[in-house]
């Protein structure tokens, strides 16, 4: 007992040495994990309370887009911004300004009010996690205020890193996080890193958690969407080195982690991601906090150096340079090996037995003490549309904005998302509708413009596609590009801005409008008889 209370001690004294290291916390009454039988009590009190607040801007921006519109009966809407390092954060930023109300004057500006949840993953993950972390102010605020100058002379240029004060801090952070009894992995130097450039507040925002969000005030008043984060878990103890195309889909939101699918099926309290779990409670009484660590969080979304142990060219969001650096930061700690390629999370469902999961022979994930977790992306599903397919979401169109770099010329050509549609039918999600072949994307255009799916299925949500597209910038940026002048990072988000009110189409703003109520049985304005037959793909 004795031994016990020191080294809680110990490890708190650490923990509040780093602003990074976890801490040990009194364990909560009740589980920290639950089955997955549908969203937890907060996500549904949030959902709920979101909504209505929703439903008022969303009525707001149809009445003043055009009068024809029914608003009795509105629909749950969610956007998902793609990966794509940089590239698709900018594009994705500025998405997210021509939606924005208080930060633009185009069609589309007011609608992001409307909206009721929002998810990223690896480049998405950075611009969702920099826009609630820091308590979601304007996209035109973090450009001014954080990014621009961040992008410009960016830690992840080796030369400016070396050179950098943040460099020895980001040490002293592995350093104090290993001591406390953590292993450390490049995803932590990797995330950190990020962190100064995507977070506001001392040492790069480290004492920003995800789980800190929800006391943030617009959090708290319901004034923005419910924010998700999306990872792949790598069967490593199969010898697997990338996730397979069936690979478990973990998401990280304010109040829980976990997965919907059937070889976990189950959530844990953000909170206290860290603490040795076993049978779906605490290993001791002693719980932990601050794992959830925001730029751990969204460094584990984008992490692809699990990439290095096939022999591979080096990942495409990082330079050889730099990898080394890591692995030297890294080296402070312990000897990098293989294991160190992966974000490292101890199983919180280790020997947890959930009562919707579907029963494996053998290698289940459960077994596992711990999860080895990377790029939401790297199972060619760039887009994180899965958590919008749940039907205790209950959510009806998918604003999905997709900026990945399907081509030799870095633009999506619909290979993402059709491996979406192809794989909701192994996970057993029957809302996502037909996504056609890359060959007709291309073919048809589809990759170059808006395109409504799913049109006239009740049975399926409504999916509202806008790529990426050179409205006013060549945005076809490489994703291994890590710094931006400040020109350039204005330049992308204007071009986002263009992609979000497609270049400026007069008629876009009703036409987009006409994709979010056509299934509500509400009135419809004239005009939408011509805005399904230019964007609703009706192919089977």
Request: aromatic share 10%.
């Amino acid at each position: 007992m004795v031994s016990s209370l020191f080294s809680s001690l110990l490890l708190f004294t650490v923990g509040v040495l780093s602003g990074y290291a976890p801490v040990p916390a009194i364990c909560p009454n009740g589980s920290l994990v639950r089955p997955a039988s549908g969203l937890s009590d907060k996500e549904e009190t949030y959902r709920v309370a979101r909504k209505a607040v929703a439903d008022v801007n969303l009525k707001a921006w149809l009445t003043k887009t055009n009068p024809g519109f029914g608003t009795d009966d509105l629909p749950t809407v969610a956007l998902t911004s793609s990966g794509g390092g940089f590239r698709a954060l900018l594009l994705g930023a500025g998405v997210i300004q021509g939606l924005d109300g208080r930060d633009s004057d185009v069609s589309t500006s007011g609608l992001f009010q409307g909206l009721t949840y929002q998810a990223g993953l690896s480049g998405g993950a950075w611009l969702l996690s920099s826009f609630a972390g820091n308590n979601y102010p304007t996209i035109s605020d973090l450009r001014d205020n954080l990014w621009g100058q961040a992008f410009q002379d960016s830690l992840l240029d080796p030369e400016v890193l070396l050179a950098a004060e943040a460099y020895i801090k980001v040490v002293d952070d592995i350093l104090l996080k290993d001591a406390a009894g953590f292993h450390t992995t490049l995803t932590d130097p990797w995330g950190r890193l990020l962190s100064y450039e995507l977070l506001e507040g001392k040492d790069g925002g480290v004492h920003t958690t995800l789980s800190s969000i929800t006391k943030l005030s617009n959090f708290t008043s319901h004034a923005a969407p419910f924010p998700v984060i999306t990872s792949l878990g790598v069967k490593t103890w199969l010898g697997e080195c990338l996730p397979g195309p069936n690979a478990t889909t973990y998401e990280f939101s304010p109040y829980e982690f976990g997965s919907w699918d059937s070889d976990v099926s189950a959530f844990m309290k953000t909170k206290y991601l860290g603490t040795s779990m076993k049978h779906g409670k605490p290993v001791t009484t002693v719980c932990t906090e601050k794992y959830d660590n925001l730029g751990y969080i969204l460094g584990t979304s984008s992490t692809l150096f699990n990439e290095l142990c096939l022999s591979l060219p080096p990942p495409a969001n990082s330079s050889t340079s730099l990898d080394n650096i890591l692995e030297e930061i890294i080296n402070h700690a312990h000897e990098v090996t293989t294991s160190d390629e992966y974000a490292t999370y101890r199983n919180p469902f280790y020997e947890y037995v959930s009562s919707t999961a579907t029963p494996n022979v053998a290698n289940n994930v459960t077994a596992q003490k711990s999860l080895s977790l990377v790029d939401g992306g790297e199972a060619l599903q760039n887009n994180p549309i899965f958590p919008f397919l749940q039907p205790a979401r209950n959510i009806s169109v998918i604003i999905v904005n997709d900026n990945s770099a399907d081509t030799s010329n870095n633009f999506p050509n619909g290979s993402e998302i059709l491996t979406t549609y192809v794989q909701s039918f192994n996970h057993n999600l029957t809302r996502m509708p037909f996504i056609p072949s890359v060959e007709t994307f291309v073919s048809e255009g589809l990759n170059q413009r808006a395109t409504f799916f799913g049109c006239n299925d009740t049975s399926k949500v409504t999916i509202v596609y806008i790529p990426n597209f050179n409205f006013t910038f060549a945005s076809n940026v490489p994703t291994a590009q890590l710094a931006y002048p400040k020109n350039e990072t204005a330049a992308m988000i204007a071009n986002g801005v263009e992609m979000a009110s497609q270049g400026g189409n007069e008629c876009w703003g009703t036409c987009l409008g006409c994709a979010l109520m056509m299934k509500t049985g509400q009135a419809l304005p004239d005009e939408c008889t011509s805005c399904f037959e230019n964007y609703c793909y009706y192919g089977s």
